[in-house]
């Protein structure tokens, strides 16, 4: 019963019919295609560049339309192994380089150049030796941002044709030949320790200029003080002279007051010639006056003391 079935023309129809639609069915998933995030499809139809799709669900037309290339558009980072450099002076050092690039035109990386990683490895191994020979070693140690700049340029320029823009260039490594190293470590060495000599020297003179002005400033205050001391002892005296004359005068003014006669002042001013020969001074001259005076007084302590002996007589 089932092989009649199975050999009438209908069903015949009909199987032929569903595998016709199974395989139109998986012909269309299959020409499904979903483009990510920062991805783009360059297409082909019948082997020519057709169009190229961005990020979204895309449909292949069948037996027709291929992808030809899928291309990140993220930012690309080569690290390219260390190349011999000839610099301008004839010193044969181990550069390595770093390229970071981004693909701006999908179609043009993709029919531009064959092999653009490797077009762009040899174009930034020959623009490093051209401009490395151009300069020195020492400006080749020294101008790292000068020739990341020149090189980001030259490769930008070079690379626009095959879609592709070089954001930047660092030279990661420079390695000179193991002799000029070690004559660049003595030369380091050398300069280290003449930093350190003028700085012990420096240390030095400004040790010794600190102890000359500590000494000059202790000198001026020293005889700063005794210049305040004898000023201090100068006004001390003055103020004692000024007080024993006004004392003097303010005695005088009293006695004058008082209404002495002239033979008390006499006696005064003698006493008073009797303190000042208790001072220091060498000389003293007594007034004629004064010396009358004495002479007086000397009579009458003559006289005063040869009465008694005569009431005793």
């Known amino acids: 019963m089932f092989n009649v079935l199975a050999t009438t023309p209908g069903t015949v129809v009909l199987v032929v019919l569903l595998v016709l639609l199974v395989i139109a069915l998986l012909i269309a998933l299959s020409s499904v295609r979903i483009v990510r995030q920062t991805q783009a499809m360059v297409i082909e139809r019948l082997g020519r560049y057709y169009t190229t ?18 291309i990140t558009l993220k930012e690309i980072v080569n690290d390219y192994a260390p190349q011999p450099v000839i610099t301008k002076d004839n010193v044969t050092i181990q550069v390595d380089t770093v390229v970071f690039y981004q693909i701006t035109d999908p179609k043009s990386f993709t029919y531009g150049v064959a092999n653009p990683d490797k077009a762009l490895e040899t174009l930034s191994a020959t623009t490093l030796r051209n401009i490395i020979g151009s300069i020195d070693l020492d400006q080749a140690l020294t101008s790292r941002e000068l020739i990341n ?13 095959w879609g592709i823009k070089v954001i930047r260039v660092e030279l990661k490594n420079i390695i000179p030949p193991k002799d000029i190293r070690e004559a660049m470590e003595k030369q380091m060495r050398a300069e280290r320790e003449k930093r350190q ?3 012990i020297a420096e240390g030095e003179r400004q040790s ?33 002279i000024l007080r024993v004359q006004e004392a003097t005068a303010r005695g005088i003014e009293m006695i004058k007051e008082a209404k002495a006669d002239h033979a008390v002042l006499t006696m005064k001013g003698y006493e008073a010639m009797v303190e000042m020969s208790k001072g220091q001074a060498t000389k003293l001259i007594i ?18 003391t040869d009465t008694p002996k005569q009431d005793k007589k």
């Not at 799709?53 to 899928?70: A, C, E, M, Q, Y």
């Not at 003080?225 to 100068?234: D, G, M, T």
């Not at 007034?287 to 000397?298: F, H, K, R, T």
């Open 208 to 240: 010794a200029i600190l102890k000359a002005e500590g000494f000059k400033e202790s000198q001026i205050l020293e005889a700063q003080a005794q210049k305040e001391a004898s000023i201090l002892r100068a006004t001390g005296q003055a103020e004692a």
């Open 287 to 304: 007034p004629s006056e004064l010396q009358g005076l004495a002479s007086m007084v000397a009579a009458g302590k003559e006289i005063f």
């Open 53 to 70: 799709w961005n990020t979204g669900i895309h449909f292949l037309v069948p037996f027709l339309d291929r992808v030809s290339k899928v």
């Open 149 to 161: 700049g020149k090189m980001r340029i030259i490769l930008d320029e070079a690379t626009d044709p």
């Open 197 to 199: 000599s003028i700085l």
